[in-house]
């Protein structure tokens, strides 16, 4: 099941450290399209331990055939065979001696070697450790829900090893959020023990069950709870009574709890209250809509272009105030495929500008990686312009490229705005800035990854073909406040978007300024669908 392999390799590589090459090109976590790459070197390293294997097999099965000759040698007793006999003593042994000498898997160290710059790096690890912890703040999901593949209520038939949940609570050990770390931990424990008596291999790549128990205890000093810190530390040397260290901070716990005033001030978490916009509620489309936002309705837009009254587009109005509708049927199939094959190459790390640093730095507040196209930069490009000019009824030569971005693991975008300016400054000294947002959804997405807007309390899903629309600025020339917005995470998928800016600046004949709203529909854009309700 592609899905369930996909959701293997975005939680396993939470766990896998190899390699410290820096290179924009990667951050394997922020583009689910590069997760292909990852698959493939899995397959070429998966590849290269079966040769291995197969030289220690030819190996060993040389070794075999020589004691067998070395048997049937020692059944003869004639002279000839006492001079055979002789001679091997004094020269078969030192080939043996240089034969066993020699290393195999020299050719494979040295391929996995060349392997490392392609592996994720430390910061794909920080980019996949975040995005989960977004996911699961998100969407309400325990770590014992997530480990078993119960992702958001869907079963999938994926699930995480004792492993992959240790190092995502070693993760938010070191952000201070001891209380989800400790049931990461918890959740790793249980892992471990449905997993039963481990392998060679398990017990040389770990955790153990000490080591667990050790990570328990740490964080529960961290929580200021002795006894289940003493509790986590007696179990660990239960499973390995002669560490030293763990010894070591057992007897340290418990001086602490005889000399120590018994209430001391926990460790400060981070609030995750501040970050209510950025982790928005209702990403699962399970809130309730405004009364009043049930009333709305569907048209076919015959009236922004006289191409439009043979092919009329079916459009979704969405909301009035601030305006905002869903086109149905945008992009065709062909389209969707070509924008996606031909970007891919071309995507790199989101970025945003450091003022202060003046440079650009890889975004923080979004995880994904995109690349910009003209408006002619091909045949479709030209073809979207023009779809988007008799839709909206907008002049789209006054636009920005279009923004063509692929979101990665629990991929986001924190809640923001698209304008540029202050109502005070929009239009100063010429400055140009976002009238409209256009936002096309170039494939399905299994689960998440819907667009969210806390101002009006609706969330967007990605269906292939659908293109999203509101203004930014009123018709009095001011910032929509409620067309704040959020991508919220993806939980299982790719998400592909095309977000495309529309400027105020060439508009002024489109959509001129008014005073009152209600007049929005005698304008030539699209708000003259209102007057067909």
């Not at 055939?65 to 006492?82: A, F, Y």
Request: include cysteine; glycine fraction near 6%.
């Amino acid at each position: 099941m592609r899905i369930g392999k996909l959701l293997l390799v975005i939680v396993s590589s939470l766990s896998l450290r190899l390699g410290r090459t820096k290179d924009i090109q990667q951050r394997y976590a922020r583009s689910v399209v590069n997760m292909d790459e990852l698959l493939k070197t899995e397959e070429d390293l998966v590849h290269n331990l079966e040769e291995y294997t197969a030289r220690l097999s030819k190996k060993g099965s040389n070794i075999r055939w020589w004691i067998r000759q070395m048997e049937e040698l020692h059944q003869k007793g004639n002279p000839v065979n006492s001079f055979s006999l002789i001679r091997h003593m004094q020269a078969d042994w030192l080939m043996w001696k240089q034969y066993l000498e020699k290393p195999v898997g020299v050719e494979s160290v040295a391929f996995i070697k060349s392997k490392n710059s392609a592996l994720p790096q430390e910061d794909d690890m920080m980019d996949a450790a975040i995005a989960m912890r977004r996911m699961q703040a998100t969407y309400k999901m325990e770590p014992s829900d997530i480990a078993k593949g119960l992702l958001d209520g869907v079963q999938y038939n994926s699930s995480l090893a004792s492993i992959d949940c240790l190092a995502m609570a070693r993760h938010l050990m070191n952000e201070w959020r001891w209380t989800t770390a400790e049931q990461w931990i918890l959740t790793a424990i249980e892992s471990l023990d449905r997993v039963g008596s481990p392998s060679e291999m398990q017990s040389l790549r770990g955790p153990t069950q000490a080591e667990l128990f050790r990570a328990l205890g740490q964080v529960r000093v961290e929580k200021r709870n002795t006894d289940g810190a003493l509790t986590a530390y007696q179990a660990a040397l239960k499973h390995s009574p002669h560490d030293s260290e763990i010894f070591e901070e057992y007897q340290s716990i418990e001086v602490r709890v005889l000399t120590s005033p018994p209430a001391e001030p926990i460790k400060e978490e981070p609030d995750d209250d501040i970050e209510e916009m950025e982790l928005p509620p209702c990403c699962s489309g399970r809130c309730e809509v405004p009364q009043k936002l049930r009333r709305l309705y569907c048209v076919y837009n015959h009236v922004t272009s006289p191409f439009l009254k043979l092919a009329p587009i079916k459009t979704e109005i969405l909301s009035v105030d601030p305006f905002m509708i869903l086109y149905h049927d945008m992009v065709t199939a062909k389209e969707g495929v070509f924008l996606r094959s031909s970007s891919k190459g071309l995507l790199l790390p989101s970025q945003t500008i450091n003022y202060e640093k003046k440079l650009y730095e890889i975004a923080k507040f979004r995880t994904s990686k995109s690349t910009w196209l003209d408006n002619d930069a091909n045949q479709v490009t030209l073809r979207l312009t023009e779809r988007l000019a008799d839709a909206t009824g907008l002049n789209i030569n006054h636009s920005e490229p279009f923004h063509v971005i692929n979101y990665g693991i629990g991929g986001f975008f924190e809640s923001h705005y698209d304008v540029l300016f202050s109502d005070e400054n929009r239009f100063l000294h010429g400055q140009i800035d976002r009238m409209a947002t256009t936002l096309f959804y170039l494939n399905d997405v299994p689960q998440g990854g819907g667009t969210y807007f806390p101002g009006v309390n609706i969330t967007v899903f990605p269906r292939f073909g659908t293109v999203l629309f509101w203004y930014n600025i009123d018709t009095k020339g001011d910032q929509q406040i409620r067309t704040m917005h959020s991508g919220c995470p993806v939980i299982v998928g790719s998400k592909w978007v095309v977000s495309k800016w529309v400027n105020a600046n060439g508009q002024e004949f489109r959509r001129p300024c008014l005073d009152l709203n209600s007049h929005s529909k005698y304008m030539p854009s699209v708000e003259k669908l209102i007057k067909l309700k």
